[in-house]
Each structure stands twice: as structure tokens, then as C-alpha cells.
């Protein structure tokens, strides 16, 4: 019998930036931003904690979690699809695009 892996179970999603279509591992235990560095994705940052606004973008798909209770989006962008990859955390594959959505 062959069961799915929990979230927890499994260590690592897949981050994919489009339209570029560039794509790098997203590890569940380390925010979008750092394993799309390490992915050799270049992505604008600065603060790194949420406050900046800096490395904004839109989440297309997949689901993520934050590192922060209050991750400096409006409820508004969060239901827009803003994500802040410096405290997001991957529960999922996702497609995030640079910028605000528009």
C-alpha cells in the first residue's frame, strides 16, 4: 500500500518564477526568497523580515505559510495573491511572478 507524503514528510516543493520559467527547489523549513537564491534565482531583497515590501510578488499558485503573524501585506493584497517570499514558507509547489499582481 503506497501512501502520499504529508507536507511535513516531504522536504522540499518546487518554486517556479514566471514567465521566465526559471524554477529551484523550495524547502519547507526556509523562506521562498532564500531558496530561490540558492536556486540561483535572482530576486530583488532587502530587509529580509517582512517590512521593506522590497521582494513583493504574486503568488499564481500553490500555497504558502508565513514565518510572521503580520507579514506586511493588507488582508486585501493577501487575497490579491501577494506573497512576500522573504517570510513566506512553501506548503506546496508554486509559481510566483516578480511584482504586484496587476
Do not use: K
Not at 501512501?3 to 526556509?30: H, I, K, M, R
Not at 503568488?59 to 503573524?69: N, S
Amino acid at each position: 500500500m503506497t501512501t502520499s507524503p504529508l507536507p511535513s514528510q516531504v522536504p522540499f516543493f518546487t518554486a517556479q518564477v514566471v514567465p521566465e520559467g526559471a524554477s529551484c527547489d523550495a524547502w519547507l523549513e526556509q523562506s521562498l526568497l532564500l531558496s530561490m537564491e540558492q536556486g540561483g534565482i535572482d530576486w530583488p531583497s532587502s530587509c529580509r523580515n517582512g517590512t521593506c515590501r522590497t521582494c513583493i510578488g504574486h503568488l499564481i499558485a500553490g500555497e504558502v505559510r508565513y514565518a510572521i503573524e503580520w507579514p506586511g501585506l493588507s488582508t486585501e493584497e493577501l487575497q490579491a495573491g501577494c506573497v512576500l517570499p522573504c517570510v513566506a514558507y512553501p506548503m506546496s509547489d508554486v509559481e510566483l511572478e516578480r511584482g504586484e499582481p496587476q
